[in-house]
């Protein structure tokens, strides 16, 4: 039995795989795929039992991902390690012998966080300072040379910061300490609402004068991570100096501007800076469709990352888990009717470009896309898919719950696909977004704390196997 070899193969030489894959041979188990017979798929209830049992039994996603999270931790775009990560990928998808593996190249935006920020609180009573954990917004300015010392004004929303107005805000560093909502059943909405300080905190402050911008991180964890993320930039291309700081932090500063009868000080130095566009890569491999070669599923997630942490589940969990739902379709021998293609979209964390360069270069060839999937919340245990796709679409994923139910798969109600496959929406393409556990999501996300370690191995090979699962259906019935 091919499952009982499987099995035995994975026991005995998993140690060799795994010292393989980090001497730099990434998908070795590829290597058992042209053995598989073809798989029939006349009952989808054991086809779903075939994916899942393959993608658990596999650790061929895992092993990608700590050899992108150890080889290229810093790829934001445009930097050194994107293109790192980007000759990486490639090398998987040529590994897992895709019928077709090329570079898309993509313009890029190039910004550098410079070395590590320094932020501290001048506590005038004590004359003490008290270090704060800080990290630059991406594309933020940096404070020149000396750093920027000045007051610290807080507010917890845009309605105080316009009640205060410009005579109250000119001239300092304005800190939105903007609370997570853990009332919110759904992290994703509770992260919506704090993130908008993120994005517009620090130009909206700028308008009134603050020379500065710090930001509560958005996370509901309360810990000394500062969560990263992009920031608006003005139409000048910059914003002010500006930052998040760790959860915990915010509390001790918050609770310093509310006891101390004086002014409170603050002090930054940070030397981030903004280069011209940089060429860079969208990777992309496929494996042809039997019957309707140019009828295309996409799968993909995001190839860069912030660079504090190893991106391991923003998103590095997306891309190899897109990687391996096409690897178990290999694996069991399933050929499908449509082209099933993987896209590691390159600066989906500050600007995008990847997935509007994939979606206009697919309108400008006129490939007919039936469908995208996306994964980029996170390699946990996956719950269900989000849908962004018309009335009836809807109702024949829907239809197909029961055979995800025994996987623990269930919740085919929310809307949303995600940020690299939503161009795709104006050419009438069904969007699909994976949707793993919400819960630690964002006690990881854009922090120093988004390692390989902090990954499960099973967690991931399900959102791989859902996904692999979703294709399957998909191309099978159509939408
Ligand atoms: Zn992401």
Same mark, same amino acid.
């Given at each position: ?18 010292? *393989? ?18 798989? *029939? ?13 393959? @993608? ?34 490639? +090398? ?24 590590h920020e320094i932020g501290y609180v001048i506590d005038i009573n004590g004359g003490k300072k008290h270090e704060v954990n800080v990290a630059a917004l991406g594309g933020s300015i940096g404070t020149g040379e000396n750093g920027l010392t000045a007051e610290v004004i807080e507010v917890t929303n845009f309605d105080e910061l316009e009640k205060l107005g410009k005579k109250s805000i000119e001239g300092k560093i304005v800190f939105f300490n903007h609370r997570w909502d853990d009332k ?22 700028k308008k009134y004068g603050a020379v500065g911008c710090i930001i509560r991180s958005c996370t509901s964890s309360i810990d000394t991570f500062p969560h990263t993320g992009v920031t608006r930039t003005d139409s000048i291309g910059a914003t002010i100096p500006s930052v998040a700081i760790a959860t915990k932090d915010a509390d001790?500063?918050? +609770? ?6 004086? *002014? ?25 469709? *039997? ?20 991106? &391991? ?7 190899? @888990? ?10 069991? @021998? ?37 469908? &995208? ?10 719950? @269900? ?95």
């Amino acid at each position: 039995m091919i499952i009982f070899t499987k099995t035995i193969y994975m026991k005995i030489l998993f140690p060799i795989i795994f010292t *393989s894959a980090i001497l730099g041979s990434i998908c070795f188990s590829f290597k058992l795929a042209g053995e598989k017979k073809v798989l *029939s798929t006349d009952n989808d209830s054991i086809v779903f039992s075939k994916i899942y049992s393959e @993608g658990y039994n596999s650790w061929a996603a895992y092993i990608a991902l700590e050899g992108l999270c150890k080889k290229a931790p810093k790829r934001l775009a445009g930097s050194a390690g994107a293109q790192v990560a980007v000759e990486y990928m490639e +090398q998987v998808m040529r590994d897992c012998q895709f019928d077709k593996v090329w570079l898309q190249p993509v313009m890029v935006p190039h910004w550098e966080r410079g070395p590590h920020e320094i932020g501290y609180v001048i506590d005038i009573n004590g004359g003490k300072k008290h270090e704060v954990n800080v990290a630059a917004l991406g594309g933020s300015i940096g404070t020149g040379e000396n750093g920027l010392t000045a007051e610290v004004i807080e507010v917890t929303n845009f309605d105080e910061l316009e009640k205060l107005g410009k005579k109250s805000i000119e001239g300092k560093i304005v800190f939105f300490n903007h609370r997570w909502d853990d009332k919110k059943i759904a992290t994703f909405s509770a992260y919506g609402e704090t993130v908008a300080y993120r994005w517009q905190g620090p130009t909206s402050a700028k308008k009134y004068g603050a020379v500065g911008c710090i930001i509560r991180s958005c996370t509901s964890s309360i810990d000394t991570f500062p969560h990263t993320g992009v920031t608006r930039t003005d139409s000048i291309g910059a914003t002010i100096p500006s930052v998040a700081i760790a959860t915990k932090d915010a509390d001790f500063l918050s +609770q310093l501007l509310k006891k101390s009868e004086k *002014s409170v000080t603050f002090y930054l130095n940070m030397k981030c800076k903004w280069f011209a566009d940089v060429k860079s890569y969208n990777v992309i491999g496929e494996i042809r469709g *039997s019957e309707h070669p140019n009828e295309i599923i996409v799968v993909g997630g995001h190839l860069d990352a912030w660079e504090l942490g190893e991106g &391991a589940h923003d998103d590095g969990t997306g891309v190899t @888990g897109s990687v391996e739902a096409i690897r178990i379709f290999k694996a069991l @021998g399933i050929r499908p009717k449509h082209t099933i293609r993987c896209v590691c979209f390159m600066n989906e964390e500050n600007g995008g470009r990847g997935g509007k360069t994939y979606a206009d270069s697919a309108s400008l060839k006129k490939e007919k896309h039936i469908a &995208a999937i996306e994964s980029d919340a996170g390699g946990f245990t996956p719950r @269900g898919f989000g849908l962004d796709m018309k009335p009836d679409q809807k109702i024949k994923v829907q239809s197909w719950e029961k055979l995800f139910l025994p996987y623990g798969v269930h919740d085919f109600t929310h809307g949303g696909g995600g940020a690299d496959i939503g161009p795709l929406k104006a050419f009438g393409t069904p969007l699909l977004g994976l949707e793993p556990d919400g819960s630690r999501y964002f006690d990881y996300h854009h922090t120093e704390d988004d390692v390989f370690k902090n990954v499960n191995r099973r967690e991931l090979q399900a959102g791989a196997a859902s996904m692999a699962a979703m294709i399957y259906l998909i191309d099978k019935y159509g939408l």
